[in-house]
């Protein structure tokens, strides 16, 4: 049985489905306190109850990361219930309304704009608006869900698995996470706060019409690990779950 010490409070957006459903579940069986980020109160009460039916501690939460209202209100809640949060989960994304893979050259800038509106402004949003929470956590943790996709390295090397991937609106959104890990992690060094990226692998979500060859299950192992770090953990890195990845 986990100590009330131990136990976490833990905020995953986008948690109503796929990697960011199975990440609340895992650690909501490890004994934490899971609040159910989702847009849609439906989908997340839903989520709620799935989780709740395995004995998990778990609460839905109104976070559209797009609508800073929201996520001013769930900073709110979280800390008039709790006073704190121990690890925030930036799950949520997408790749808006472009299917295939597009040159960068017939993008749409309304796609580029939209795609960042979510996967990067949303992100920083999120880590900016929950701050002062996890700062007054004994050792807060932020995980920011990247994609291999991400790293300018991979990218750039032609033997890498997924080169031919060059969708410039997902591809360059978690380059830009990316950044953002970096610059949070430095600001935080003197912290107790580690801020890391995490690389989910090509999974079956329907982010890519589950065409992805891993299971959400494997997925969500380098994000709870993320999440739980001991206090001599990385901070500033892009992990996936066989260690450390390039930028």
């Known amino acids: 049985m986990m100590s009330v010490q131990e136990q976490k409070v833990i905020l995953i957006t986008g948690a109503n489905k796929g990697i960011g459903f199975e990440t609340a579940r895992q650690l909501g069986l490890q ?6 980020g989702a847009r849609n109160m439906e989908r997340g009460t839903e989520a709620e109850a799935k989780l709740r039916a ?11 990361v797009t609508d ?20 925030l989960i930036n799950n949520a994304g997408g790749v808006g309304k472009l299917e295939g893979i597009s040159l960068p050259s017939t993008t749409p800038m309304e796609a580029l704009k939209g795609t960042f509106e979510l996967n990067v402004f949303g992100v920083f949003a999120m880590m900016k608006t929950m701050l002062p929470l996890l700062r007054k956590s004994e050792a807060g943790r932020i995980v920011n869900l990247s994609s291999g996709l991400g790293s300018l390295t991979l ?22 996470v990316n950044a953002l890990t970096v610059h949070f992690a430095f600001e ?15 999974t079956a979500t329907d ?3 589950f065409t992805g060859i891993r299971t959400v ?20 890195g892009f992990f996936d779950e066989n260690g450390t990845l390039p930028w």
């Open 31 to 36: 004994g934490h306190t899971i609040f159910v």
């Open 68 to 87: 800073q209202a929201t996520i001013d209100a769930a900073a709110q809640k979280i800390d008039e219930l709790y006073g704190k949060l121990d690890v």
């Open 217 to 236: 299950e494997q997925a969500t192992n380098v994000v709870v690990k993320l999440a739980t770090l001991p206090e001599d953990g990385p901070t500033g």
């Open 155 to 176: 990218q750039s090397d032609p033997a890498f698995e997924y080169k031919d991937y060059k969708t410039l609106v997902y591809n360059a959104s978690k380059t830009a």
């Open 54 to 64: 395995e004995g998990i501690n778990a609460s839905f939460i109104e976070v559209d």
């Open 207 to 209: 982010l890519n019409g």
């Open 188 to 202: 935080l060094k003197d912290s107790k706060i580690k801020v890391n990226s995490a690389d989910p692998g090509f």
